[in-house]
């Protein structure tokens, strides 16, 4: 188990400030569980019309403060607008982000439990999500303790149109990209691994092969290096975030 390393965070107050945002900016906000005396919120909002459906998570690791923050300040600048309809999950672990911790009170890693749905959270999140319909994109906002920079994993198995480069281009503005070419213990370019074979196999499911394997063709897992500033982890995943969502735009 990593030390405790991550800035005090309050998931109480961060889910008042998610739902005050949300509801302002037009969403449903649905509390599909709790942990720890915090609401596990969901956050969906439809257009009439075809729009492409765009779900975006984060907070699912404890000590991973930046990327909840960087979704409630798009959510609070209107970034999820009538473009698409959206599903969110802004804090999946508010046990592990107030301890500052990875894994739940029970020391689970709730990015390992999408197979074996030990946890209450996972358990709740993926009733939720069994309810949800399948997703045109899937983006899964991390940050990483041992990264020199910005990187992501994409699985795209139909060889849709990738927007890896594109993410990581507009981390690029923001802060150093991960150059390496091995990225936890994963060949990488550029800053992107593609993940081989098939994932489905894995013992062990995080989130984002949840979701290959049940609602969507298209999903990225982006991570931000910790030893950087928080508002700098913050602002780059805002622009990633941000430009994950940009060509999915219809008129
Ligand atoms: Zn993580």
Known sequence: MPPVK??????????????????????RVERFGEAGGCPLLALTKRTPGPRPRIYVSAG????????????????????????????????????GLARGI???EAGIDLNRD????QSPEVRAHVAWLR????????????????SVGFYLYEQNPDGRPSLADA??????????????????????????????????????W????????????????????????LAQRVATLRAVVSRA???TVKP
């Open 131 to 146: 309810r949800q319909p399948n997703f045109d994109l899937a983006l899964s906002v991390h940050e990483d303790w041992e």
């Open 167 to 204: 993410l990581v281009a507009s981390a690029a503005r923001f802060c150093p990209i991960d150059m390496s070419a091995v990225i936890e213990g994963r060949e990488a370019h550029g800053g992107v691994i593609r993940v081989p074979g098939d994932p489905l196999e894995r013992p062990l």
């Open 6 to 27: 991550a800035a005090p965070f309050d998931p109480l107050d961060f889910a008042v400030r998610v739902e005050a945002a949300a509801r302002a900016t037009g969403f």
């Open 114 to 117: 999408y197979r074996s749905l």
């Open 245 to 247: 969502i940009e060509p």
């Open 102 to 104: 990875r894994e739940n």
């Open 206 to 229: 995080p989130e984002s092969i949840y979701l290959r394997a049940n609602h969507t063709r298209l999903a990225y897992t982006v991570e931000t290096p910790s030893s950087l500033p």
């Open 60 to 95: 699912i690791h404890g000590d991973e403060p930046a990327p909840p923050l960087a979704l409630l300040e798009l959510i609070e600048a209107g970034a999820f607008d009538a473009r698409a309809v959206w599903f969110v999950c802004p804090m999946l672990n508010p046990v």
